[in-house]
Nanobody, 127 residues
Framework: QVQLVESGGGLVQTGGSLRLSCAAS????????MGWFRQTPGKEREFVAA????????MYADSVKGRFTMSRANVKNTVYLQMNSLKPEDTAVYYC????????????????????WGQGTQVTVSS
């Protein structure tokens, strides 16, 4: 089992930046991919970004491409989501997730393939 703890959310103005962190512990050797998802009330959880656990491959939702960067600090078993040029529509609860099974990379845009989730951190972007 993998435990995930997010941090770094908060309130920021339009155009500002935030960096989210997600620390993984437990059976981290089972992780294949880590992902960031976000959710607003009444909507399904939305894919934001994912990274292969080795850190060699990342992918992003079109809505955040060029503004968000996901990375991994190998020694710390921590992944980050650097969010720049934030917009009000980025307001959501952000969740990190870990996936143990091995799939084609495109499957990791789906929340259903992730089997461990953090508690979520609120990001609010004011206009």
């Amino acid at each position: 089992q993998v435990q995930l703890v997010e941090s770094g959310g908060g309130l920021v103005q339009t155009g500002g930046s935030l960096r989210l962190s997600c620390a993984a512990s437990g059976r981290t050797f089972t992780i294949n991919y880590m992902g960031w998802f976000r959710q607003t009330p009444g909507k399904e959880r939305e894919f934001v970004a994912a990274i292969r656990w080795s850190g060699t491959f990342t992918m992003y939702a079109d809505s955040v491409k060029g503004r968000f960067t996901m990375s991994r600090a190998n020694v710390k078993n921590t992944v980050y989501l650097q969010m720049n040029s934030l917009k009000p529509e980025d307001t959501a609860v952000y969740y990190c997730a870990a996936a143990a099974p091995s799939y084609s990379y495109s499957r990791y845009t789906s929340a259903s393939v992730y089997d461990s989730w953090g508690q979520g951190t609120q990001v609010t972007v004011s206009s």
